[in-house]
T-cell receptor, first 114, second 114 residues
Framework: EADIYQTPRYLVIGTGKKITLECSQT?????MYWYQQDPGMELHLIHY???????EKGDLSSESTVSRIRTEHFPLTLESARPSHTSQYLC?????????????FGPGTRLTVT | AQSVTQLGSHVSVSEGALVLLRCNYS??????LFWYVQYPNQGLQLLLK??????LVKGINGFEAEFKKSETSFHLTKPSAHMSDAAEYFC????????????FGQGTELSVKP
């Protein structure tokens, strides 16, 4: 079954640690995205990729970095976590269907930095 | 620049009552418009989308939305609310030349009272 996966679902980590949030999709989509969502707030695009070796920063400035070495994999890394990074991170991929791009979302990773 | 405004961060209705969630957009070119639903601790699920094919769009779970260019609106409705409709709802806009990137509204939390 085609799907988009994120691991871990929940992560509590101390300040200064390096973390990588994993995102994988089995749908073969070229376009992938990372959003940051604070509780009760809208989603903000922080990174996107239009294909292998293509990554761009989104509308919201973020200290995180991403890579796209394989089509199906789009991990997000924080070199040194801080409490201000506490948030939910949602990964998505999209395809052109029915006259527009449609985005499919993973379940999210809820990150808490203590 | 395009933007999305959702009027009302929280809407409460009784079971069986009409659901109306408001969304207004700002765009200099015809947009693609989407409604997503997010249940607690989950990712976003597409409810419906507008791509200029028809102004009244029907989606999943009995929801529908009408695109009104004169009012720059794309309000989401459901004739009769169910308890299972309680969730966060997001309106989003995408332009044809933005490669699938979405801009989200602030979200509306729907509560359904028995």
């Amino acid at each position: 079954e085609a799907d988009i996966y994120q691991t871990p679902r929940y992560l509590v980590i101390g300040t200064g640690k390096k973390i990588t949030l994993e995102c994988s999709q089995t749908m073969g989509h070229d376009k992938m995205y990372w959003y940051q969502q604070d509780p009760g707030m809208e989603l903000h695009l922080i990174h996107y990729s239009y294909g292998v070796n293509s990554t761009e920063k989104g509308d919201l400035s973020s200290e995180s970095t991403v890579s796209r070495i394989r089509t199906e994999h789009f991990p997000l890394t924080l070199e040194s976590a801080r409490p201000s990074h506490t948030s939910q991170y949602l990964c998505a991929s999209s395809e052109w269907t029915g006259g527009s791009y449609e985005q499919y979302f993973g379940p999210g990773t809820r990150l808490t930095v203590t | 620049a395009q933007s999305v405004t959702q009027l009302g961060s929280h809407v409460s209705v009784s079971e069986g009552a009409l659901v109306l969630l408001r969304c207004n957009y700002s765009s200099s070119v015809p947009p693609y418009l989407f409604w997503y639903v997010q249940y607690p601790n989950q990712g976003l699920q597409l409810l419906l989308k507008y791509t200029s094919a028809a102004t009244l769009v029907k989606g999943i779970n009995g929801f529908e939305a009408e695109f009104k260019k004169s009012e720059t609106s794309f309000h989401l409705t459901k004739p009769s609310a169910h308890m299972s409709d309680a969730a966060e709802y997001f309106c989003a806009v995408n332009l044809y030349n933005q490669g699938g990137k979405l801009i989200f509204g602030q979200g509306t939390e729907l509560s359904v009272k028995p």
